[in-house]
């Protein structure tokens, strides 16, 4: 079976092509704010264009603009293609990534740049085990609940005083890591996780 998988939650705009869990054909770009201009060519630039029986869809937390953009591209293909769909979320695909690329890594923490000077973050054990639930922290609250993990993502960028030895704020999700999630990291219903609640309140009655 081959499986799509499209990632705009951040500044990345990256795309995948896995047959029966395996990547055959990836892209992978920073464009900052681009991402509706750049993906579609980026599906359609993978072998078949990027047909598949399934497709599997950063759903955040991350851009809010961005985070959309991903999970209506993949709605209209799943339409479209009669795929099924599925969700994952930005924190666990960077978590995934750098306990590969450090086997001897035992915990860390994802960290995402969020609105309002804040940081998405959770925490994890390796292989892949959640220790803590998805929050919308400041940066302040982040350094202390870190503490001796290692951190990784671009929201380290906002936290001062962590150890640069400690934090890789570099390190961005990428859809050629979707074969890393388990199973349970992988079937999220493809709804946006924003993360934290939104700005604008509804008119009281």
Not at 34 to 54: F, T, Y
Not at 137 to 144: F, K, M, Q, S, Y
Not at 160 to 170: K, V, W
């Amino acid at each position: 079976m081959r499986t799509l998988v499209i990632e705009t939650a951040t500044a990345a705009c990256s795309t995948a092509l896995l047959e029966d869990g395996a990547v055959i054909a990836a892209a992978h770009e920073v464009v900052g704010r681009g991402h509706a201009e750049r993906l579609l060519p980026m599906i359609a630039s993978l072998p078949d264009g990027g047909r598949a029986q399934h497709i599997l869809v950063d759903c955040g937390p991350g851009s809010f603009t961005g985070v959309r953009v991903g999970l209506a591209a993949a709605r209209a293909l799943a339409f479209g293609w009669g795929a099924s769909l599925g969700g994952y979320s930005s924190l666990a695909l960077l978590a995934a990534a750098a306990f590969r690329t450090d086997p001897g890594m035992h915990m860390l923490a994802s960290v995402i740049e969020g609105g309002h000077g804040e940081v998405f973050m959770q925490t994890f054990d390796a292989p892949l085990r959640a220790t803590g639930p998805l929050a919308s922290l400041r940066p302040e609250i982040a350094l202390v609940q870190i503490d001796s993990r290692f951190a990784v993502g671009g929201g380290v960028r906002l936290i001062a005083g962590i150890n640069p030895a400690r934090a890789d704020a570099e390190a961005l999700p990428c859809a050629a890591d979707a074969p890393l999630l388990p199973p349970e990291f992988s079937t999220l219903a493809p709804v946006p996780l924003y993360g934290r609640p939104p700005d604008a309140k509804p008119i009281a009655a």
